[in-house]
């Protein structure tokens, strides 16, 4: 006896199969984790870095980065990567504001030639921790709009910037800070 399925039956098969595979994947690099806005008390920041004010696709932003994240990395700056993005709105949409540098650790007595310092202090940060591989990160503007949804929430007003903490282990954590 020969029994024969049609060939929509594979098909399907096929499909659900790569369905699996593809959430699979997702899973594993961590797409399914909630994305969880934290408010956290008063914080204090030194940050030397590089400033830059241009196009959005300017590849010196890509330059200045590498070239912060090298002095992470070899150790000659002791701190974590970071970078401020300010939401100027006199700015285009093709115009960025960033402040590009290292969150010190502690007291430096010498940097770079191109380096400033800026110190960051509020009274209260809203942060999310985004543990997941960039294949699969929310974007920033998902991140930005639910740290305002608690920020309205709680009654908090933030300031007209962001702080992107990098880790080397790809670990993004971003915070908002309340005026």
């Not at 008390?41 to 890509?62: L, T």
């Not at 770079?112 to 999310?128: D, E, F, H, M």
């Not at 954590?173 to 005026?179: A, H, L, N, P």
Request: net charge negative.
């Amino acid at each position: 006896m020969k029994i024969s399925q049609s060939k929509y039956f594979y098909y399907a098969v096929s499909l659900v199969s790569i369905g699996i595979i593809i959430y699979s994947i997702y899973y594993y690099l961590g797409g399914t984790k909630e994305m969880e806005v934290i408010p956290y008390d008063a914080v204090d920041y030194s940050m030397a870095g590089i400033e830059f004010k241009g196009r959005y696709n300017d590849p010196e932003i890509e330059n200045i980065f590498n070239e912060v994240k090298k002095v992470v990395s070899t150790g000659e700056i002791q701190g974590t990567l970071g970078l401020i993005e300010y939401n100027d709105p006199g700015f285009n949409e093709t115009e960025v504001s960033y402040f590009i540098g290292i969150i010190l650790q502690n007291r430096v007595t010498e940097l770079p030639g191109n380096y400033t310092v800026r110190r960051i202090q509020s009274r209260a940060i809203l942060s999310v921790r985004l543990d997941v591989h960039p294949l699969v990160r929310p974007s920033k503007e998902e991140v930005e709009t639910k740290m305002y949804a608690l920020a309205v929430e709680k009654g908090f007003e933030i300031e007209n910037f962001f702080l992107e903490k990098h880790f080397a282990d790809d670990r993004l954590v971003i915070e908002g800070f309340v005026k």
